[in-house]
């Protein structure tokens, strides 16, 4: 039997992290990962591998343990007070930051300067484009032959 749904919501509030979080550092809308947790559409192989990372655990461990809260209970006071709780890891290239305001404009930007990437992207490919029919037309102008005039 799959866990995946309650062992999200656990682990999420274990590691002190909102729905909306958790979806900026895993890369999805909020809305996707609020479908994860009430079980109307699971992750992509590459966003479960994101969450596990972040939330410290292991495909196998979230998919198929029924977790509970004393289980996370136990797993936090059992860890040697030497070793660090996991915390969550921003994506690359935004601050460590837990201001949800932050965070959000954070992935706005990354979102409008990759928009800007596409945006120049799809110039090239038009200017590539014109240029080559450009070309062409050259290229069927001095293959037609010409017609004398009668007269």
Not at 22 to 36: E, K, M
Not at 100 to 108: I, L
Request: glycine share 4%; proline share 6%.
């Amino acid at each position: 039997m799959i866990f995946l749904s309650e062992n999200l919501r656990l682990l999420r509030t274990a590691n002190g992290l909102t729905m909306k979080e958790l979806a900026i550092l895993i890369g999805v809308q909020p809305s996707a990962y609020s479908n994860y947790e009430s079980s109307v559409s699971n992750p992509n192989y590459d966003i479960l591998g994101r969450i596990c990372k972040i939330l410290g655990v292991s495909a196998d461990t979230i998919l198929y343990t029924q977790m509970n809260d004393s289980d996370i209970e136990k797993t936090a006071t059992t860890t040697p007070k030497s070793t660090p709780k996991p915390t969550p890891k921003q994506p690359e290239g935004l601050e460590s930051s837990r201001d949800p305001a932050t965070v959000e404009y954070q992935y706005h930007l990354r979102l409008l300067e990759a928009k800007d990437a596409v945006i120049a992207a799809k110039d090239a490919v038009i200017a590539a484009k014109d240029e080559a029919i450009s070309a062409l037309r050259l290229a069927l102008h001095h293959a037609a032959p010409t017609k004398a005039k009668n007269g």
